[in-house]
């Protein structure tokens, strides 16, 4: 039995000495002709990859600050309670463009439509609390004047919430208060130390447009690149600062179907009964008009022309490398030609060193940029996060990158001549 056993146990090592040394000689066999003449130059081998990761780096950075740009814009409208949205035709986008309360009241009794809110959305100054040291400026605060940042207002009414924001919702007792807010604890740093006073003390006042505000509350929304923050306050609040007539020009109007409605046939039956200075959107595309019109602006266009920068730098040193790679090994490709090798078998090979390039490049240059991901949102405290439909464009222009160089660097081979290479 002992004997036995020790046989069996001999031929289980041969064979499994047997199936590593046909692995080893099959890939030495066949390994790829682009491979080998990859890794015959270590060095420049690092090189082509640091260069294409530098390169992926660049247009990571470029699609990232683009899309926080673009996403930013979208954070009220992507929280919004609702089914069907309001808005005025002739505003560029939400912040910018109101329209009558009367036709709310209109949308309010069309068939199918069980509630119709509005939110009123307004920009105001804000002074950091800080800056409010001087014992005089307590006893009369509308004489202080300062250069303070802005915050994005958004009011509505407490019986009627607009926001999809749970914190907001169980908060909305606290905005009866006269003077009341919630403060958006992601806002830009310059606003205040507003999360840490209210954490410590529980309450937080200050200036906003130069009437007192208190701080009653926190959620969590964002900030932008365009708004250093958001705070939340009652319709009735908001007249205070704005007027009573303020309620009359609605931002956005909020309107909650019926179960089982029809999203389209309502939809048709107050295009049919609001007039032309009115759209009906639903949320994706409200979502959508927010990023066409930052699209339209300068910030938008200098992105995209610094990500096809990036593109442009990265075909260059992917060119250079397979260039100096061809015009190295010339006599070798010259000797191939001679044997009967055609030029798109030769291109062929040329496109394996162009793909390695792009798969070994683009892994460093993705983690890289994840980094610089996360060193953005601490700087600038914008939320910026690596998106896969960013990372799959990003690898598809490197792998597209890294072909056009292969093939301008391939010219050269297709004008080689075996006769004057030797």
């Known amino acids: 039995?002992?004997?036995?056993?020790?046989?069996?146990?001999?031929?289980?090592?041969?064979?499994?000495?047997?199936?590593?040394?046909?692995?080893?000689?099959?890939?030495?066999?066949?390994?790829?002709?682009?491979?080998?003449?990859?890794?015959?130059?270590?060095?420049?081998?690092?090189?082509?990859?640091?260069?294409?990761?530098?390169?992926?780096?660049?247009?990571?950075?470029?699609?990232?600050?683009?899309?926080?740009?673009?996403?930013?814009?979208?954070l009220v409208p992507d929280h919004l309670q609702g089914d069907l949205f309001l808005v005025s035709a002739y505003a560029p986008n939400i912040d910018l463009g109101t329209f009558p309360s009367i036709y709310l009241y209109q949308a309010n009794a069309v068939p199918g439509v069980r509630a119709a809110s509005p939110l009123y959305i307004e920009f105001s100054n804000w002074v950091n609390p800080k800056d409010l040291a001087a014992p005089s400026n307590s006893d009369s605060p509308e004489s202080f004047q300062l250069f303070p940042n802005s915050v994005k207002i958004l009011a509505f009414n407490p019986e009627q919430p607009v926001l999809a924001i749970p914190e907001v919702n169980?908060?909305?007792?606290?905005?009866?208060?006269?003077?009341?807010?919630?403060?958006?604890?992601?806002?830009?740093?310059?606003l205040g130390p507003i999360v840490q006073q209210f954490q410590s003390t529980g309450s937080v006042s200050t200036l906003m447009s130069n009437q007192r505000v208190y701080v009653a509350g926190l959620f969590s929304l964002g900030s932008t690149l365009f708004d250093n923050g958001h705070v939340v306050m009652s319709d009735w609040n908001y007249t205070q600062w704005y007027g009573a007539e303020s309620l009359d020009r609605v931002s956005v109007g909020c309107l909650t179907l019926e179960a089982g409605a029809d999203?389209?046939?309502?939809?048709?039956?107050?295009?049919?009964?609001?007039?032309?200075?009115?759209?009906?959107?639903?949320?994706?595309?409200?979502?959508?008009?927010?990023?066409?019109?930052?699209?339209?602006?300068?910030?938008?266009?200098?992105?995209?022309?610094?990500?096809?920068?990036?593109?442009?730098?990265?075909?260059?040193?992917?060119?250079?490398?397979?260039?100096?790679?061809?015009?190295?090994?010339?006599?070798?490709?010259?000797?191939?030609k001679a044997m009967g090798y055609s030029d798109r078998a030769l291109l062929a090979v040329v496109l394996q060193e162009a793909v390695v390039l792009a798969i070994l490049g683009f892994i460093p240059g993705y983690f890289a940029s994840y980094g610089v991901y996360q060193l953005l949102v601490i700087i600038t405290r914008v939320p910026l996060v690596m998106k896969s439909a960013v990372a799959m464009q990003v690898f598809v222009l490197t792998f597209v990158m890294c072909v056009i160089s292969g093939v301008i660097a391939m010219n050269k081979l297709r004008a080689a001549d075996p006769a004057d290479v030797f």
Do not use: C
């Open 263 to 336: 999203i389209e046939q309502v939809r048709s039956r107050l295009n049919a009964t609001l007039p032309k200075s009115i759209t009906v959107l639903t949320q994706t595309e409200l979502s959508a008009a927010e990023q066409a019109f930052r699209a339209s602006l300068p910030n938008g266009k200098v992105l995209n022309f610094g990500a096809a920068m990036g593109f442009v730098v990265g075909v260059v040193i992917v060119y250079q490398v397979l260039y100096t790679d061809v015009s190295e090994h010339l006599p070798e490709y010259a000797t191939l």
């Open 1 to 74: 039995m002992k004997r036995q056993k020790r046989q069996k146990h001999q031929k289980r090592q041969k064979r499994e000495a047997k199936r590593k040394f046909s692995f080893r000689h099959y890939w030495q066999a066949h390994k790829p002709l682009g491979w080998a003449q990859l890794t015959h130059r270590k060095v420049r081998l690092l090189v082509a990859i640091t260069g294409v990761a530098f390169s992926n780096i660049l247009i990571f950075t470029q699609l990232g600050l683009k899309d926080m740009l673009f996403d930013g814009v979208t």
């Open 170 to 190: 169980q908060q909305l007792r606290r905005l009866s208060a006269p003077g009341a807010v919630l403060y958006d604890r992601l806002g830009q740093e310059k």
